[in-house]
């Protein structure tokens, strides 16, 4: 049964529990949330599915609950193994990567547990990090930094865990780890090539001299691509290094020009930190006419729909009719833009940028 057959009676009660409790924003969110667990109990759910449902949505609220003060704040999130030892250079490039990026003020995100998670804590401190732990029988515990900062939420199921991981950060770093950390890789990549989630940076990092990534970067050039399973530019988005440097650039540098995007129509509106001159559109439009369905990328101002929610109305933009069927392509014409002339210093984000 859909929550639209739920009986008007009820939808009623709804407004009126919602009036009593003194939700005033987003009603129709709220109410459809509360519709939907309605609907659950008129389609006699089993109780498995109830318990499923219940937890999740429970571990989304202390989620979001947990980053809202720090929603304004950019943030990175480090994937690693748990296993990895604190006199293991992996370790060590966890650390110097996160206290890079905590000293260009961004907020590191891990999974709060031991290894790569406690590396990344140590190096971007208690005061700049943040934790998704998994309830797990050898990983019960936040590590001690995370502990310290009492700035982590548990999770009982790693779906929700990855969502958290993933939804509040505008970069990714990869640290050599094992089926968690290639399954959360492999994710990121995933939601990027499909443009599910909106651009952002991806970093594999190495320890100094390190194979891990170039042999998977072998794999994928000797088996992927010539399979036809993905495109040959897949891999592109990615970042490998062995730099730590190199890492933390290529995260901040990302959003040295970009701010955000939002569809209008058919049409897509990359909002800007520096307008574009004359000269660098018409070289834009020379180099990425092949990702257009038609006409020019342009200048703009804010279109009705985001003058109707206030979205980004002080940043300049641009619109183009991008093919959707390309928009995995789209971080090639975002690094473009960053690499404008007119592009100001790479500094960190505003996290409120985004659809």
């Given at each position: 049964?859909?929550?639209s ?33 309605i ?11 109830l ?38 250079a992996?370790?060590?490039?966890a ?11 961004w ?19 208690a ?5 998704v ?62 443009g599910?989630?909106e ?11 390190g ?15 010539p ?39 058919r ?9 574009p ?35 980004r109305?002080?940043l ?21 833009l ?18």
């Amino acid at each position: 049964m859909s929550d639209s057959l739920v009986p008007p009676e009820v939808t009623d009660d709804i407004r009126a529990l919602m009036q009593d409790a003194g939700i005033t924003a987003d009603q129709d969110l709220i109410a459809r949330i509360l519709a939907t667990g309605i609907g659950l109990g008129l389609d006699d759910t089993d109780r498995l599915d109830l318990k499923i449902t219940s937890a999740a949505l429970t571990e989304m609220r202390a989620a979001f609950r947990l980053f809202a003060p720090y929603r304004d704040v950019p943030k990175v999130t480090i994937f690693g193994s748990a296993r990895t030892r604190p006199d293991d250079a992996l370790y060590r490039a966890a650390a110097d990567v996160a206290a890079a990026l905590a000293a260009r003020g961004w907020f590191v995100v891990t999974g709060a547990g031991p290894g790569i998670m406690q590396a990344a804590a140590e190096g971007a401190g208690a005061a700049h990090s943040l934790g998704v732990s998994i309830r797990l029988p050898f990983e019960e515990k936040p590590n001690a930094v995370i502990a310290e900062a009492d700035r982590v939420v548990a999770m009982k199921y790693f779906f929700t865990r990855k969502l958290m991981l993933v939804k509040e950060s505008r970069g990714f770093v990869c640290v050599p780890g094992g089926f968690g950390t290639l399954d959360e890789m492999f994710e990121l990549l995933t939601l990027q090539q499909t443009g599910k989630a909106e651009p952002t940076p991806i970093v594999l990092l190495d320890e100094p001299g390190g194979g891990f990534w170039t042999a998977f970067r072998g794999y994928v050039d000797d088996r992927l691509i010539p399979a036809g399973v993905i495109s040959p530019d897949d891999l592109d988005r990615v970042l490998i290094t062995d730099s730590v440097t190199a890492a933390a650039d290529e995260i901040t540098g990302f959003w040295r020009n970009y701010d955000s995007l939002r569809w209008i129509g058919r049409r897509l509106v990359l909002r800007l930190r520096a307008e574009p001159t004359d000269v660098e559109l018409n070289d834009l439009n020379a180099r990425f006419a092949h990702l257009l369905t038609q006409g020019r990328i342009e200048r703009t101002v804010p279109r009705k729909p985001e003058l109707e929610d206030a979205d980004r109305l002080d940043l300049p933009r641009i619109i183009l009719h991008f093919d959707q069927r390309r928009v995995g392509e789209l971080f090639h014409l975002i690094r473009a833009l960053g690499a404008l002339g007119s592009a100001p210093p790479a500094t960190p984000p505003d996290a409120q940028g985004g659809a």
